[in-house]
């Protein structure tokens, strides 16, 4: 089992930052691939980014790339979202999700565990 907190979530204004963190638990950190999700009210859930678990090869939503960033501390059981010049499209519940694998992946289906999400709201 792993458990995936989120935090970092809150209101900014478009052009702004903000970084989320993503607390994982339950098993060895290094050994899986992190993503981030994000979710708007009335639409599906889409990929945002994904690093592997050595941190050698991230992969990004062409939506994103530029703009935010994903690293990981392995030490520290933690991934980041590092965001900047937000958008309001941006605006969502973004998501934690791991899978039990090394390698990148913009599916869904191919995350084994998910965080609770954590809020960002985008002001214009």
């Known amino acids: 089992q792993v458990q995936l907190v989120e935090s970092g979530g809150g209101l900014v204004q478009a052009g702004g930052s903000l970084r989320l963190s993503c607390a994982a638990s339950?098993?060895?950190?290094?050994?899986?691939?992190m993503a981030w999700f994000r979710q708007a009210p009335g639409k599906e859930r889409e990929f945002v980014t994904a690093?592997?678990?050595?941190?050698?090869?991230?992969y990004y939503a062409g939506s994103v790339k530029g703009r935010f960033t994903i690293s990981r501390r392995n030490a520290a059981n933690t991934v980041y979202l590092q965001m900047n010049s937000l958008k309001p499209e941006d605006a969502a519940v973004y998501y934690c999700?791991?899978?039990?694998?090394?390698?990148?992946?913009?599916?869904?289906?191919?995350?084994?565990?998910w965080g609770q999400g954590t809020q960002v709201t985008v002001s214009s």
């Open positions: 999700a791991a899978r039990l694998s090394d390698l990148l992946s913009g599916r869904i289906n191919d995350y084994d565990y």
């Open positions: 339950g098993r060895p950190f290094g050994g899986y691939t």
């Open positions: 690093i592997t678990g050595s941190a050698g090869s991230t």
